[in-house]
Structures are given as C-alpha cells and as structure tokens.
C-alpha cells in the first residue's frame, strides 16, 4: 500500500473507540484497507511484525507502530508460538449471540 | 496449515449437513486427515450422519465452550466408530473426527438462554487444527448470520454457500455472497442443491454463475432416494454412481483444488 493509503489506515485506527476485541459485525463496519488487514490477519492466524510490514509495504518501524496502536485500540493480541512473538487478533468474548441491527445498515 | 471450509446457507434445510458430512466424508476416504465441527448449536444434525446418539457422542462442544473439558476431548473418532451403515464401511480406519453440539434439551436451552463465547470457539478451532494436525477442519453452521456464522466465515479459506433453486434463496444468497466478499473469503463457491431433474443442471449453473459472479461447485438434484434415507448414512459413499453422488464429488474436487 503507497503511503497516504497507509497514513489514512493509521488515522482510522487512531480515531476508533477502545475495544476488548473484535466482532464480526464491527469488521464489516471498517474502512476498506483496516478490513481486509485484519481479515488477512485473521486467516494467517498469527503474524510477524516483518510479515505485517510486507503486506503493508511499510519498514517493520512503521509497522509496528500500527500495530501497536492496534493493540491498544484492542483488535490485536501478542501471542508467543514457538518463541516467537506473533500477533493475533483479539476475537471478542462476546456471550451475546444475536445479529445487531448494525448489520443490515452493512449491507444494505 | 490446515484448510478451513464453512459450509453456509442463508436459509435452513437447504442440505448443508448432508453436504458437510458427505464432502468432509469423500476428503477424509482421499487420505486427508479431516474434522467437522457441528457450530450449530441451536439445532444440531450433523452427528445423526455418522450414527452418533446422545449417549454415544460423549463429550460436547457445548462443554468445551464453558471450560469444563477440552476440544480434543469432544472429537469423536469417526474412523474408529464406523457404525454398522453400509456407507460409513469406507470410512474405517480413516483420520477423521468430529466435534458434535448437545442434543440434549436442557444444554441447549442452557445455550439459548445463556449465549456462548464466539471467542472460545475461535480458541477451540486453532487448537483443534494443531492437536489433530487436521488437513482439513469442515465447519458446520446454523442457517442464517450471527457472529458466529461470521465468524466462521471470517476464518475460512473455502466457503461454500448452500442454495435451492427458489427466489427465497436466490435472494438471501446474495446477502451471503455479499457479507463473504466483505470479509475477502479467498475461495467463494456456491452449492445448488434439490435442483428439479426436468431442468438441465447446466443451464441452471450458467443462471446462477450470472446472477452471483461466482463459480458453482454442484448442481445437485432433488431426489427422494435421498430423502428416503433420512440423514441415517453417508448417502456418496453407499451409492457412489448415483448422479447426486458424481456431482457431489465434483465439489469435493474443487475443494481439494482451490486450497
Ligand atoms: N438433494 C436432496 N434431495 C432430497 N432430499 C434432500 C436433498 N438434500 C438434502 N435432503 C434432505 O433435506 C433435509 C435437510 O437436510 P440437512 O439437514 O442436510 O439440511 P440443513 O441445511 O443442514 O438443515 P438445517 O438448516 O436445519 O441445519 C434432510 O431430510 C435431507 O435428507
Ligand atoms: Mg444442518
């Protein structure tokens, strides 16, 4: 991705309101470019910071300070597999199994 | 890496349990080392496919979902409890597993009523893939979109999605079709299944190819030998040169070939 696709990623990640994980329905609310992210992340099931940095086409410095506002925002996890640290996204517990009506507002 | 195939449809009873169980059925006889997980929770099916009863399941998933065990302790090794259908027979021996919900009515109006953690399923899943160093994890699904349908959409690398040849499903389809585009399914095909036998299946495929912009794996007919059997087998395995069966195997292809 060029760099004002990158830079505008940063700010849709910056302006979003903290999580405790992701929801399926929140995914399909994100901007293009955040979604297919951690659509991406989701399917790998565990990433590291270099191979974010090479979907994104950015240096692993920039990368990881996506990332790491990702953590904070609570869409991303740090996990170790195999003494490596690996990144994941943070599915959300959530106990509440209804659609909200957000949902249709997605695809309508 | 294990492939991950959902098997959807927006409607029920559009036959995605016989799909799973049969698809699942013809990769696992190929050698692969497969599982299905059952995620409906709601209404499970799937487990009568392979002669399993409340008392013979053992373990559910609805156990693992509150912590009380773990998923590797819910697989139930179909290969090494074949049953006495004649179609189960080829499945003897094979590295093949599946993770049944609750039948019984208090746990899953305990479910109904309590919810379950979407989270905990996604945990259950990656562990299962490793523990079993599965090939191929089939999933299940409740008709209809919730987090976990979407979820389980969300993590596929193979999503087929279930219709009839009816306007009710043409129309939640594309609801599907849409939702799986959004969360960049790498490999979306749909499955026509009770396809009326006096229309040519060919130009029912060209139709709904149109429609949707997205390969359809099988055109599958309606067909009371089928029905007749009542979910009690693994109808391609009993009778593998019936048409229902030879498509059936076309889809198993194109899911070996995508992922
Ligand atoms: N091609 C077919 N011809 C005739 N009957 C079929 C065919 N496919 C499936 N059936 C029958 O349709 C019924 C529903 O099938 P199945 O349980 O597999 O559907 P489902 O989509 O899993 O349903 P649900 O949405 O309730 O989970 C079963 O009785 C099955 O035998
Ligand atoms: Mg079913």
């Given at each position: 991705m060029d760099n004002e696709a990158f830079n505008t990623l940063k700010r849709d990640v910056e302006s979003m309101t903290e999580v405790e994980g992701l929801t399926m329905t929140d995914l399909l609310t994100f901007p293009d470019d955040l979604r297919l992210l951690l659509n991406w992340m989701m399917r790998e099931n565990g990433v590291?910071?270099?191979?974010?940095?090479?979907?994104?086409?950015?240096?692993?410095?920039?990368?990881?300070m996506l990332l790491e506002k990702m953590i904070e925002k609570g869409l991303i996890e740090e996990i170790k597999k195999k003494e490596e640290e690996q990144y994941q996204v943070l599915v959300k517990s959530s106990r509440n199994y209804r659609v909200p009506k957000k949902i249709w507002q997605v695809i309508e | 890496m294990a492939v991950i195939v959902s098997i959807h449809s927006f409607r029920g009873g559009t036959g995605k349990s016989n799909l799973t169980a049969n698809l699942a059925s013809q990769i696992a006889v190929s050698g692969k080392r497969v599982a299905i997980i059952d995620t409906d929770i709601q209404s499970p099916g799937i487990h009568v496919l392979f002669g399993l009863n409340e008392e013979k399941m053992g373990r559910t998933l609805n156990e693992f979902l509150r912590s009380e065990c773990s998923i590797?302790?819910?697989?139930?090794?179909?290969?090494?409890?074949?049953?006495?259908?004649?179609?189960?027979?080829?499945?003897?021996?094979?590295?093949?597993?599946?993770?049944p919900s609750s039948i019984n009515s208090g746990e899953i109006s305990r479910i109904l009523r309590d919810g379950y953690d979407v989270g905990k399923l996604n945990e259950g899943m990656n562990r299962l893939i490793k523990g079993l160093k599965l090939d191929y994890l089939f999933i299940d699904t409740h008709p209809g979109l919730n987090e976990e349908t979407l979820l389980s959409i969300a993590i596929s690398d193979v999503?087929?999605?279930?219709?009839?040849?009816?306007?009710?499903?043409?129309?939640?389809?594309a609801v599907t079709v849409d939702i799986a585009r959004g969360l960049d399914v790498p490999n979306l095909f749909l499955l026509v299944n009770k396809a009326l036998t006096r229309y040519d299946p060919n130009q029912i495929r060209e139709h709904v190819e149109g429609i949707f912009q997205a390969p359809v794996a099988c055109v599958l007919p309606l067909t009371e030998d089928m029905a007749d059997m009542g979910s009690a087998d693994i109808f391609s395995l009993r009778y593998p040169d019936h048409p229902w069966s030879k498509s059936l195997r076309e889809a198993a292809q194109a899911v070996l070939n995508a992922a």
């Open positions: 590291q910071i270099e191979e974010m940095a090479s979907y994104l086409a950015q240096e692993v410095n920039e990368a990881r | 590797e302790d819910v697989a139930f090794d179909i290969g090494e409890h074949i049953g006495d259908a004649p179609g189960r027979k080829s499945l003897a021996g094979k590295a093949f597993w599946l993770v999503l087929l999605v279930v219709m009839r040849p009816d306007q009710q499903d043409f129309q939640g389809t």
